[in-house]
Structures are given as structure tokens and as C-alpha cells.
């Protein structure tokens, strides 16, 4: 499974855009980029995907670089429930894929 | 709310014992995968099951078995439990299989002791 690395953790105000950086160098063609998030005592939560072009909904925006080894989610503007625990996950899409999750970025959010 | 319900949410057994545990997918979702999340680590892939086959399988010992039932519902069980079983187990059903995203329960806590 090629791999993402992410800082550990992240420190942002409330109100303000949030990026988070994820980098992917080994990312090959059929791979879509995933991020979910996980808040303390809950399971992951969807937030966005992306194969190439950035990306918009409700929750945030996928910026995907042009050579796609690197990619950042956008928050437009933290809350204090945006606080969680954010994967970025590259997922295969073809047969038997999977979320290969690893240590994700923590995102604190000051008042 | 995602829809997708887990039971129990919190169990603790002994070593060597066994447990199953419960998953009732989101309405509609034909796809239903199993993580295990130990403290502080990412979840990782237990198996995923789709239309009552087991469909892909991440690198866990046979003692850790599923079930996906007709109506969509699944379950993990675990035979001869060791100290390490000790996690959070999380159950995402999908709509599509290999693509779209996961809906993930809020997990069963189980302890070994």
C-alpha cells in the first residue's frame, strides 16, 4: 500500500482556515486520495476524496497537487469541533481496496 | 449520525475466551468492513465483506472471523483471545464496494484481561 505522511500535530484559532498538509510521493495512478477525521470517542468520519482535480463540500476543500504527491485538506474556518484526529488515506480502486490508515494529524483548536 | 450501530459498546473478557460482536450497517449499504483500533494508533483493516462473501482481508490471524447476514448486518468474532485483542473495534458500511466512502460506527471497547 503506498503510504502518507503527515505531521503529528497542529495548533490553530478558532475561526481561522486550517491546512493540513499530507504528503503521498509513492501515490500511483489508480489511487484516490481520502481524508476522514476522528473526534475523541467516535469512529472516523468521512470528510472528503479526491483523484486529481481539488475538490469542495460542506466540510472542507482538497487541494491535490499537479504531480498528486502531495495534497492539503482546507478548513475555511476552524471550530472548536473541528478538533479531531485527521487522516489522509490513499485508497486503491480496484478489487479488495481498503483504508490503510496510519497515525493521522491531531488538530487543536484555540478559542 | 451515521446509522450505522455497533453492540456492545464496551466489554471485557478474560484470555483464552471468545467474542462476537455485532454491526448493523447503514439502510441500503451491501458493504460492511471491520477495523481494529488499539490506543493512540490508526484503525486498521480487519476484513470487508460484500454481499455475505468475505471480500479482501488484512493481515489478522484466522481466529479473527466474520459474517455478513442477508440483511446486511455482520459480525466479528474472535476465538482465543489474547492481552493484545485488547482495542476499539469499528464497523463502516459502504454503498458501493472498492469505492465511495465508509460510514463507521461508534465501535465496541473491548478489554482483555
Known amino acids: 500500500d503506498a503510504k502518507t505522511t503527515q505531521p503529528n500535530s497542529m495548533e490553530s484559532n478558532e475561526e481561522e482556515p486550517v491546512h493540513l498538509p499530507c504528503n503521498h510521493s509513492?501515490?500511483?495512478?489508480?489511487?484516490?486520495i481520502h481524508w476522514y477525521r476522528q473526534l475523541p470517542s467516535q469512529g472516523p468520519e468521512y470528510v472528503i476524496h479526491?483523484?486529481?482535480s481539488n475538490v469542495n463540500n460542506r466540510m472542507a476543500s482538497l487541494a491535490i497537487a499537479e504531480d498528486r504527491k502531495s495534497s492539503t485538506l482546507i478548513l475555511h474556518r476552524a471550530t472548536l469541533r473541528d478538533a479531531a484526529v485527521y487522516y489522509c488515506?490513499?485508497?486503491?480502486?480496484?478489487?479488495?481496496?481498503?483504508?490503510?490508515f496510519g497515525k493521522g494529524i491531531t488538530l487543536s483548536v484555540r478559542p | 449520525e451515521t446509522g450505522v450501530t455497533q453492540s456492545p459498546t464496551h466489554l471485557i473478557k478474560t484470555r483464552g475466551q471468545q467474542v462476537t460482536l455485532r454491526c448493523s450497517s447503514q439502510?441500503?449499504?451491501?458493504?460492511v468492513s471491520w477495523y481494529q483500533q488499539a490506543l493512540g494508533q490508526g484503525p486498521q483493516f480487519i476484513f470487508q465483506?460484500?454481499?455475505?462473501?468475505?471480500?479482501g482481508r488484512g493481515n489478522f490471524p484466522p481466529r479473527f472471523s466474520g459474517l455478513q447476514f442477508p440483511n446486511y448486518s455482520s459480525e466479528l468474532n474472535v476465538n482465543a483471545l489474547e492481552l493484545d485483542d485488547s482495542a476499539l473495534y469499528l464497523c463502516?458500511?459502504?454503498?458501493?464496494?472498492?469505492?465511495?466512502?465508509?460510514?463507521f460506527g461508534e465501535g465496541s471497547r473491548l478489554t482483555v484481561l
Open positions: 463502516a458500511s459502504s454503498l458501493r464496494l472498492n469505492t465511495g466512502e465508509l460510514f
Open positions: 479526491g483523484l486529481t
Open positions: 488515506i490513499l485508497r486503491y480502486s480496484g478489487a479488495n481496496s481498503k483504508l490503510t
Open positions: 465483506y460484500y454481499r455475505e462473501e468475505e471480500n
Open positions: 509513492t501515490i500511483s495512478g489508480t489511487d484516490y
Open positions: 439502510s441500503g449499504h451491501n458493504t
